[in-house]
């Protein structure tokens, strides 16, 4: 079954103790990214990457890293993690570059992040 | 920089009733557009997308979208809404081949009346 998977799905940590929000997806694609949902803001990009060895900043990276060293994962590292980052996480991918990014996100089930 | 508008926080309509749900963008190309729906407590799936062509666009469970390029808008509908479309939705613009970033409204929450 073509799908992303997120690791945990539920996670409460202690500030400052350094945690990692794994993703894969088993789709083949180059794109992939992390937002956070927090009620009443959406979906806020936290990183993406558009190919193997490329990331870049989203609108809300302060706090957070990423790697992609292969393409079918895009683990979410959190340092030092504080309370305003409890949130809602998601991974996301899309397929490949030109025209087919169009194709639309494929997401993962979430990850609920409590930072006490 | 690129933006979404959802106006609408919260919308009822009675079982049966059309739908419309607003979206309005800020982009400075042709945009990709996106509508997704998350149901209480899941991730979200990708209902309908636009990025060229017709600018009526046909998606899954009977959505239909349409990009109007001189209102900035991509407003959602369905001619007959249905208990199981009680859910969240979510208007996004990008990512397209050229930018990685994407964009999402704050979401448009829609009860469904018996």
């Known amino acids: 079954e073509a799908q992303v998977t997120q690791n945990p799905r539920y996670l409460i940590t202690v500030t400052g103790k350094k945690l990692t929000v794994t993703c894969s997806q088993n789709?083949?694609?180059?794109?992939m990214s992390w937002y956070r949902q927090d009620p009443g803001l959406g979906l806020r990009q936290i990183y993406y990457?558009?190919?193997?060895?490329?990331?870049d900043k989203g609108d809300v990276p302060e706090g957070y890293k990423v790697s992609r060293k292969e393409k079918r994962n895009f683990p979410l590292i959190l340092e030092s993690p504080s309370p305003n980052q409890t949130s809602l996480y998601f991974c996301?991918?899309?397929?490949?570059?030109?025209?087919?990014?169009?194709?639309?996100?494929?997401f993962g089930s979430g990850t609920r992040l409590t930072v006490v | 920089a690129q933006s979404v508008t959802q106006p609408d926080i919260h919308i009822t309509v009675s079982e049966g009733a059309s739908l419309e749900l607003r979206c309005n963008y800020s982009?400075?190309?042709?945009?990709?557009l996106f509508w997704y729906v998350q149901s209480p407590g899941q991730g979200l799936q990708l209902l309908l997308k636009?990025?060229?062509?017709?600018?009526l666009v046909q998606g899954i469970k009977g959505f239909e979208a349409e990009f109007k390029r001189s209102q900035s808008s991509f407003n959602l509908r369905k001619p007959s809404v249905h208990w199981s479309d009680a859910a969240e939705y979510f208007c996004?613009?990008?990512?397209?081949?050229?930018?990685?970033?994407?964009?999402f409204g704050d979401g448009t929450t829609l009860t469904v009346k018996p």
């Open positions: 982009y400075g190309a042709t945009p990709y």
């Open positions: 789709m083949n694609h180059e794109y």
């Open positions: 636009y990025f060229s062509g017709d600018t």
């Open positions: 996004a613009v990008g990512p397209n081949a050229n930018a990685g970033k994407s964009t």
């Open positions: 996301a991918s899309s397929p490949g570059q030109g025209a087919s990014l169009s194709g639309g996100y494929t």
């Open positions: 990457s558009m190919n193997v060895e490329v990331t």
